[in-house]
């Protein structure tokens, strides 16, 4: 129902304009067209009828007077109208019809001739157009590059002057890629948004049937759309839109050719575009699932980043920061924060951020009373704002928020044992935007899990080319036939492989040449280069199906990349880089219909290589395949012989030993003459107490040693306890296996191993050990490792079982000897310091550690005369906390032994600080005793984990008792010896006493006498004033306040020495500062040094006559044997002062007497004298008379 001017002209001219131009069917062409007759008016202006249906689209066209139509009828159908004008009436005569009548079916033949060429060509073209798209979508992925050459297959083939593909999720009602052509111009744009709603989009996507205007600025406001302009912003006219479905009626993507010029798409280009529309839509489903593969790789790879470095990295912060980058990282955000709570103080603290700001020391968030805090306690999973502004939980951060533009935010809960400690802020700055649910899941399983499982991506395209068969050339033939000849004469595969390389260099002249090998039919390792470094070789693995050799590999098809720099795809594309490799031409090598490799060449240069050239490395591969499994098979028969002498020679070299250490060494050395072991562990296992032990351990090579440990979840522990060899040829399968990876590992941290070969050792139905060896390469190991392996661990295991019952044996013999060699030791002498050495010395050989304390008790229940020796050496000065309050009071309430095999994890409350200094890791304690007496402890320790085993424990428990005998009978001794220098002691004092009666002399003795037998800071003995009762004090030691010196006391006021005077006997006071009897001594000026006291009463004739004490500064320092002594050294110098005083006495009395004769004999004298001169007088006057 629609008219295309073919041809138009005016006076002999051209009518651009009206060229190709369509009108819908009307005016006097429609009316020839429904008659399908000829229309002849002489004089049209005369016939009102018709000159109204005339339609004008030249200038002048109301001019025209004659006018002559005929229709133009093929097969019986009007397919056209050729009709003439002109501006004079009667200008056509019907001889002129007659004419154009016969022109006219000529012309109606010709165009319909060409109507079916045209056709023809047309559909030719889509079809070609159809299959170089269907080609283009399945031999890419990417996405955008698929786009373009879509459009570029379109563009060619359809005319358009606007084209864009849509690229839809449904999942999300999410545009996630736009492809828009716009007058040339490409614009791609990865922006996830929703369809416009009234959109044309959203209508196609919504009823997933295309959508055609034939001219859309004249028709859209009547059917009810809203288009959305793009480009340069122009009205479209012609618009054809389809929807892009997958086989279950899912819509992908929406495609849509627009043009400026009307009426320009039919039906013909509506059934064309959606016949393209289903091919792109495989290829777009295609490149999304390989994207979401993609996008789950990287998720994964994510995890194990931030997994595997909190496991590894000890710095906090480090953990902390890695989390922030990769929440960041995960959602595309402009800032991410970590904030730790303190729950105390309620506020949370910002410890790390993605973007360093330089404010994060000044972000704290309140806890308490904030509605977003609450609602993340409650819930425990992410909360997501898009507008921060208008959100009523965030009210408490807006001001903050709109400091640093904050505009969308989600806080992801770092959650442990179901209380939230943290969040993780991802901020959108200075924009709005939203959160994808996978991003925010993702997040969420970054903060819920550290490790995680390793996923290999494998996503990557080839372009698939066939290969078809042409002849080969003579001199290919003559290649190939040296190439038989000299391949099958070989059975060494090195000889093999070097002379399969000088063929192909020679005969292709390439820079490079690499044969691969299939290994378990997932990857390809290189078996002979040429131009490759052998360091490189060694390090190259290619999975199958990925690079080019792989696809070569996977689809068994030769392939040739004229520029694999332009192609991409490359499996080392660095390396190709690096050493400017250019072009690839790769076969496989296949026997008997079975891929076994891949022969593949690259030149230095651009370079196109012919088929001819691709037949003869095929050639040169088929030859190749054969011989090489002739050499396989030879070298498999040799490997086997070999094994078989070495599983002999390892069978004679362990069964002639029975020493552990020796026989395990030679077990590993001839497993090294099969197996590279310089990655590997044997260790001895003990059922009884789950520990497994590591006598021999390597790490490239080097020699390592790991201290034994419980069995965790490791490879050795699955193959102990599933008492089953393990093969394992990746990193992959162990962590899917849920073993863990990083248990007990001693190589270096920046790799880790990827192979393990592990075999359990069974005698009997006992595992007794295991074989566990590795590789930092991939698929290191097969199944004839795994064999060999077994076959090995069943021939030494009963050599393994002789050796561990030998060692048992001599070490109980040993244990039995040192035993017996410590009681003799014991039992010989009695001196109490070197019994304690003798226990220390006998703990340490017997234990094999490097430290051991022996501790005393003492009558006060205390800890005395520490004896430490550490590695050999006596630590005489350094104390290391051993307190009643600790683990020593733990193991003396117990009673039993205490074994402690990871002593940091202990309560540090009970345990000091000096011990975790030294690096004390394990310690083994017990009590020593003797006939229910606790004498003291024994400690031994070792700076690294030990597993204390029972027989152990049972030594060292059968060394306290021999120890608690010992130490009985030596303090029994020194008891004893100590009483026999008490008595000498007294008798001396004694002696000394009586050898002056001097009572200062003797007060001086009393305090230098008491220094030998009683240890005191500060002594004083008092006397009793015989007229007043006071006490007064005559002899100090330790004792400078004058007030004190000079001061009288007076019994019955102080409690102490009141008690003495009616008690007569001595007092102790352990602790003055916990005795209330001490606070009046206190008032007097008795010195607050003073924290141990003994009074003892001076008595004579069981009368006081004073009193002598004796103070010591710390508390608890006086027995009640020391006040015994104190006691009977007081009652000798009782004696002595009294013995003193009645000299004293006696001495007055006698000079008093002295005075009192020499008094009289003066007088005497006097009166003698007066006599005599009495007598003179008489004298002379008798004579006188």
């Not at 002209?9 to 190709?20: D, F, I, P, S, T």
């Not at 202006?45 to 002048?60: G, I, K, L, T």
Request: aromatic share 6%.
């Amino acid at each position: 129902q629609e008219l295309r001017f073919e041809q138009f002209l005016r006076q002999g001219e051209v009518m651009a304009e009206n060229y190709k131009a369509t009108m819908p069917k009307a005016g006097l062409s429609g009316i020839i067209i429904d008659t399908g007759k000829p229309l002849l008016l002489h004089d049209i202006q005369a016939d009102p009828e018709m000159m109204s249906r005339m339609v004008a689209r030249a200038e002048n066209a109301d001019d025209v007077r004659s006018w002559l139509g005929l229709p133009l009828i093929s097969q019986g159908r009007v397919i056209g109208v050729l009709s003439v004008q002109d501006f004079a009436p009667n200008a056509f005569s019907e001889r002129d019809e007659q004419f154009l009548s016969a022109l006219a079916s000529q012309l109606a033949i010709a165009l319909e001739n060409a109507r079916l060429f045209a056709e023809r060509e047309r559909r030719i073209a889509e079809l070609d157009v159809i299959n170089q798209i269907g080609r283009i979508t399945s031999s890419t992925l990417d996405l955008p590059l698929m786009l373009h050459r879509v459009y570029a297959q379109l563009a060619s083939s359809l005319a358009m002057d606007s084209f864009y593909i849509f690229v839809y999720q449904d999942e999300e009602n999410e545009i996630i890629l736009s492809f828009e052509v716009d007058e040339g111009q490409e614009v791609i744009d990865r922006s996830m948004r929703m369809p416009s709603e009234g959109s044309l989009t959203a209508h196609i996507i919504r009823t997933r049937q295309p959508l055609q205007f034939r001219d859309l600025g004249a028709e859209y406001t009547e059917r009810g759309f809203t288009p959305i302009m793009f480009g340069s912003g122009r009205n479209s006219a012609a618009w054809l839109g389809v929807p892009l479905l997958v086989g279950d009626g899912r819509v992908v993507g929406v495609m849509a050719v627009m043009s400026y010029t009307p009426n320009l798409y039919g039906d013909r280009e509506r059934s064309f575009l959606t016949t393209v529309a289903n091919q792109i839509a495989l290829g777009v489903q295609n490149a999304r699932l390989l994207a979401q593969a993609r996008e789950q790789v990287q998720q994964l790879d994510l995890l194990n980043r931030v997994s595997a470095m909190a496991a590894t990295e000890s710095d906090v912060q480090q953990i902390y920061q890695s989390i922030v980058d990769a929440m960041a990282e995960a959602t595309g955000v402009d800032q991410a924060r970590l904030v730790i709570y303190d729950r105390r103080a309620g506020q949370g603290r910002a410890v790390a951020e993605h973007v360093m700001s330089g404010m994060i020391d000044s972000i704290s968030i309140p806890l308490n009373d904030n509605p977003a805090v609450d609602w993340l306690d409650s819930h425990k999973m992410a909360l997501v704002s898009e507008d921060v502004p208008s959100d009523p939980l965030l009210v408490r951060a807006h001001a903050s928020f709109d400091e640093m533009d904050i505009r969308s935010v989600a806080f992801i809960p770092l959650v442990v044992n179901s209380e939230v400690i943290g969040t993780v802020g991802l901020d959108f700055v200075g924009r709005q935007s939203d959160f994808r649910p996978q991003a925010l899941d993702l997040c969420q399983t970054i903060a819920n899990q550290i490790t995680a499982a390793i996923s290999r991506t494998q996503a990557f395209a080839a372009a698939r080319t066939s290969a078809n068969a042409l002849g080969v050339k003579v001199g290919e033939l003559s290649t190939l036939l040296d190439a038989a000849r000299i391949l099958s004469s070989l059975l060494q595969p090195e000889e093999v492989l070097n002379k399969l390389m000088e063929l192909v260099s020679r005969q292709l002249n390439v820079t490079t040449v690499a044969l691969w090998t299939l290994l378990d039919d997932t990857m390809l390792i290189p078996a002979a280069l040429d131009g490759i470094p052998t360091e490189r070789a060694r390090t190259m693995r290619v999975p199958v199906g990925q690079g080019h050799t792989g696809h070569v590999a996977r689809t068994g098809l030769p392939l040739i990349i004229d520029d694999v720099r332009a192609q991409g795809g490359s499996f080392y594309p660095r390396y190709e880089r690096d050493n400017n490799l250019i072009s690839f031409m790769g076969v496989p090598v296949i026997y008997r219909e079975r891929i076994v490799g891949v022969l593949s060449v690259m030149t230095n240069y651009v370079r196109i290589f012919s088929d001819d050239e691709m037949l003869l490395l095929v050639g040169l591969a088929d030859q190749a395949a054969t011989a090489l499994e002739n050499a396989r098979l030879f070298q498999e028969r040799e490997r086997r012989i070999n094994e078989l002498s070495t599983i002999n020679s390892i069978s004679a070299a362990v069964n002639s030993t029975l020493e552990q250490q020796d026989l395990l060494e030679r077990l590993h050395r001839g497993i090294g003459e099969i197996i590279d072991v310089s990655t590997s562990i044997i260790a001895i296992y003990d059922e009884a107490t789950d520990i497994l032990s590591y006598p021999v351990i390597y790490d490239r090579s080097e020699r390592k040693h790991i201290d034994p440990a419980p069995l965790h979840n490791g490879t050795n522990a699955w193959c102990i306890r599933n008492r089953k060899p393990l093969l394992l040829h990746s990193l992959n399968e162990v962590r899917e296996m849920g073993l863990v990876v990083d248990d007990l590992r001693v190589g270096a941290a920046d790799q880790i191993e990827e192979s393990y070969l592990v075999c359990p050792i069974i005698f009997g139905s006992k595992v007794i050990g295991v074989i566990n060896i590795q590789s930092y390469e991939p698929r290191a190991f097969d199944e004839n490792d795994l064999r060999f392996l077994t076959t090995v661990a069943n021939q030494a295991a009963v050599a393994i079982n002789n050796a561990i019952l030998f060692s048992e044996t001599r070490q109980n013999a040993q244990e039995m000897t040192t035993l017996f060699e410590v009681t003799q030791n014991l039992s010989g002498t009695l001196d109490l310091d070197e019994t304690q050495m003798l226990i220390a010395e006998s703990a340490l050989r017997m234990i094999g550690v490097e430290m051991c304390a022996v501790l005393l008790i003492d009558d006060h229940e205390q800890i005395s005369k520490p004896l430490i020796i550490d590695q050999g050496t006596i630590l005489s000065h350094f104390d290391l906390g051993f307190r009643l309050d600790g683990l020593t009071g733990e193991l003396l309430k117990s009673d039993q032994p205490l074994a402690i095999s990871d002593l940091p994890a202990v309560d540090r409350s009970i345990t000091s600080e000096q011990i975790r200094i030294i690096g004390v890791r394990s310690a083994l304690g017990v009590v020593i005793a003797s006939h229910d007496e606790r004498l003291g402890v024994l400690w031994v320790a070792s700076r690294a984990h030990q597993e204390w085993t029972g027989r152990q424990i049972s030594l060292i428990s059968i060394l306290a008792n021999q120890a608690g005998q010992a130490l009985k009978s030596a303090q029994l001794y020194q008891l004893e010896q100590q009483r026999r220098r008490l008595a000498d002691t007294l008798r001396d004092v004694a002696q000394s006493f009586t050898s002056t009666l001097a009572l200062r002399e003797i007060q001086t003795l009393i305090l230098d006498q008491l220094a030998r037998v009683v240890h005191y800071d500060s002594a004083a003995v008092l006397l009793r004033d015989e007229k007043y009762g006071h006490l007064q004090i005559t002899e100090a030691r330790g004792i400078t306040d004058v007030r004190l010196l000079q001061a009288d006391f007076d019994v019955e006021q102080i409690a102490l020495f009141n008690e003495m005077a009616h008690e007569r006997k001595p007092l102790m006071v352990a602790d003055t500062q916990a005795d209330l009897r001490f606070i009046t001594m206190r008032q007097l000026g008795w010195s607050w040094s003073v924290r141990s006291w003994i009074g003892a009463p001076l008595l004579v004739d069981n009368e006081l006559v004073g009193l002598l004490t004796i103070g010591a500064n710390n508390p608890n320092v006086y027995n009640p044997e020391a006040v015994e002594v104190t006691f009977a050294l007081a009652s000798q110098a009782s004696q002595a002062i009294q013995n003193a005083r009645l000299f004293d006495q006696i001495s007055n009395l006698a000079a008093d007497l002295e005075r009192r004769v020499s008094e009289r004999t003066a007088e005497l004298e006097r009166a003698t004298h007066q006599l005599t001169e009495e007598k003179d007088r008489l004298e002379a006057v008798r004579s006188l008379i």
